[in-house]
């Protein structure tokens, strides 16, 4: 037979364990919320990290190594008619010492936003410490490069 519990046999309410509870529950969602908020401040980390990696190659005077960054091919010498409509003296003459940057000896990433239609990211970069900024469009389908039209 089951003995009903009354009042007086209830348990004594624990102060500290409820305290203890109330932090515990308080740390989880203040941790949430960080991630939440890290998550939404890189998340065009990666598109900022191929552009970073684009002008480092620029920077050492790797034009090739640039060049296959551009177009997302590492093997592009092996297939250059595939580029045939922006062949590597094209970007030699755009990105080269001749180019509109000149010779580019720093760089550092600005900013970064999403397109409209949300297929890849506008990542704005400070080139040679100019007042005028570059900004490279990085599809996110095929992670290629191209100038954003401005």
Known sequence: ML??????????????RQRRRRIVLALAIAGVLIL???GWMY????????VSQFFTALENKDYERAYAIY????AWQQHTQKYSQYTYSDFYRDWGPSGEWGYIKSHKIYGSAGSDA?????VEVI?????????????KSDKTLSVYPY
């Open 3 to 16: 003995k009903a519990m009354t009042l007086l046999d209830a348990p004594q309410y624990d102060l500290a």
């Open 36 to 38: 939440v908020a890290l």
């Open 43 to 50: 998340r065009h980390w990666p598109q900022e990290h191929l």
């Open 71 to 74: 177009f997302h091919d590492p």
């Open 118 to 122: 949300g297929t890849g990211v506008i």
């Open 127 to 139: 080139i040679n410490g100019r007042a005028e900024h570059a900004r490279l469009f990085v599809q």
